[in-house]
């Protein structure tokens, strides 16, 4: 296996009291699709959100192909960016811009592309995520929510990241778009070769996007194995999870 | 909000007040706050001189800052100035002073109205709608997004907003000062029995350029009031629709707060400096 274009080394977070993440190992390698499960409330959107940088830890490190970025600012941080692309949970698309202009929105306002070659680059981006032309010049809030996700998706990689977050990619769609992200995910993490990790709680998609998967339960890591093993982890903890089942060692927050 | 309990707990577990750490935690809390609004406005300003500049994004706050808000501010000060009018006029009579009407009413809407007035309607228009939107925005991971997509939300959100908000505030600010003026030449024409071109004579002959610089320094800094406080509580602004609520209410209120406060000081230093 190659070295990890991305490792969290003991990544310790907290909110007052709420001790969030309490020392999160996990690195992913070039070409790995690796998934993240955990409950509600078990650490997993503040994991990427460190990741990225959007937060600062309290403790550990953060190494970005190679390079320190814990506490990168200005240029190096900008530079990772570059290399990252993120799908958020909502899609967090702008709506006050249109469909095109969201999906070049990097190209346009930090590479400095010109905008007739930026909605171009948009309108071919938007067509690998099956979505034609005609969508180009709607708003976002005209669109439905696999629509909306799928512009997100294109946003997140027409610039051909390294390395790609999905936050629960399939989260509120129903189970045949579900599917078709899952396959959207798939086809362009692997035409790009880029490194991918995603935190869900649908264990159809861990199922099919994953290569790896891992568990994260109050904080910590506490599995991780190829997708294969899912089924055959040998941990209670995952067993309980992938199973779907109320009754275990981890108790439904309600 | 506050991680701090109003009580202390004797040995006993009796819980007994404390209104000296009250006080202090109060204060404390206050300082805290406007320290925390001194920087963000510090960044976003700091973000308003350098580059990279969005202009795009400035021209279309500009429309909804400032060309939007031309109703509102036309329709207050008209009011305003035609009230103004109605009331020197009242008080004047009793002293026989019926013709200061026109000048007092100038002074009183170059100075002091038509600045507070313009400042007061776009706390609300403005500031909230700023904050509701930055909110919104927060809560729905889109700030997160331009980050990540290396846009900074002080360049490409605040500093636009600002920017808008710091030219158009003078540009309303004269129009409402016109428009005031109109109100009270109005009702005085009308209703108080004035000569129109009397009216206008003193109003012309009487107010200076002191007077409408003043009002228009007031402006561009009830603008920089109106822009922060909008983006400051929008930014911090807790999820959910209560969150986004709260925040537009918070800038309103303390953006309102501020003009008013802010709008004695310099009436005061005005006075002192002799402008």
């Known amino acids: ?254 | 909000m506050s991680e701090h309990s109003r009580t202390d707990r004797d040995d006993s577990g009796v819980s007994v007040p404390n209104p000296l750490r009250w006080i202090g935690v109060s204060a404390l809390g206050l300082f805290a706050e406007v320290g925390r609004v001194a920087r963000f406005s510090g960044g976003v300003i700091g973000a308003a001189l350098s580059p990279p500049w969005y202009p795009g994004e400035v021209f279309r706050q500009i429309g909804r800052i400032g060309f939007y808000s031309l109703p509102v501010v036309g329709l207050s000060s008209i009011f305003i100035g035609a009230a103004l009018a109605l009331n020197i006029y009242t008080g004047g009579s009793r002293y026989g002073a019926e013709q200061f009407v026109p000048n007092i009413v100038v002074l009183g809407i170059t100075r002091e109205l038509g600045a507070v007035i313009t400042g007061l309607m776009l706390a609300g228009r403005v500031s909230a709608g700023i904050s509701a939107e930055i909110g919104a925005m927060r809560v729905t991971e889109q700030i997160d997004a331009l980050k990540t997509l290396s846009a900074s939300p002080e360049r490409y959100l605040y500093a636009p907003r600002l920017i808008a908000a710091l030219v158009t505030l003078p540009i309303l600010v004269a129009l409402s000062d016109i428009i005031g003026v109109m109100g009270g030449w109005l009702v005085s024409v009308q209703a108080l029995g004035f000569d129109s071109t009397v009216y206008l004579r003193n109003t012309v002959d009487f107010v200076t350029w002191e007077d409408i610089t003043a009002g228009l320094i007031k402006a561009v800094v009830f603008g920089a009031v109106i822009a922060l406080m909008g983006c400051f509580h929008g930014d911090r602004s807790k999820a959910g629709a209560t969150g986004v609520g709260r925040a537009a209410t918070l800038s309103m209120v303390s953006a309102a707060v501020l003009v008013l406060a802010l709008n004695y000081v310099m009436s005061t230093l005005f006075t002192e400096i002799g402008l």
């Open chain 1, 1 to 254: 296996m190659s070295a990890p274009l991305l490792e969290l080394k003991d990544v310790i977070k907290s909110f007052g009291d709420n001790h969030v993440l309490r020392g999160v190992d996990i690195d992913v390698a070039r070409g790995c699709s690796l998934v993240v499960l955990g409950g509600s409330g078990s650490g997993k959107s503040v994991m990427l959100k460190t990741a990225l940088g959007l937060m600062t830890p309290d403790d550990g490190k953060i190494i970005f192909d190679g390079a320190d970025v814990t506490f990168a600012g200005g240029r190096e941080r900008e530079e990772m960016r570059a290399r990252i692309g993120m799908l958020f949970q909502s899609g967090a698309l702008f709506d006050s811009l249109m469909v095109w202009e969201n999906v070049a929105f990097r190209l346009i306002h930090s590479d400095g592309v010109k905008r007739a070659e930026a909605r171009e680059k948009a309108i071919e981006t938007l067509r690998k995520v099956h979505l034609g032309p005609s969508v180009a010049d709607l708003r976002p809030a005209e669109l439905s929510g696999g629509m909306q996700k799928r512009v997100a998706l294109a946003r997140a990689i027409i610039t051909r990241p390294d390395l790609v977050f999905f936050d629960e990619p399939t989260t509120g769609l129903d189970p045949i778009t579900a599917d078709a992200i899952n396959d959207l995910i798939l086809d362009q993490v692997k035409a790009l070769g880029a490194a991918a990790i995603s935190i869900t709680h649908d264990m159809a998609s861990a199922r099919k996007i994953a290569d790896e998967i891992a568990m994260l339960h109050q904080g910590r890591i506490i599995w991780r194995g190829p997708a294969s093993e899912i089924d055959r982890s040998g941990n209670d903890h995952v067993d309980q999870f992938v199973n779907g089942r109320a009754h275990g060692p981890i108790q439904p927050s309600l």
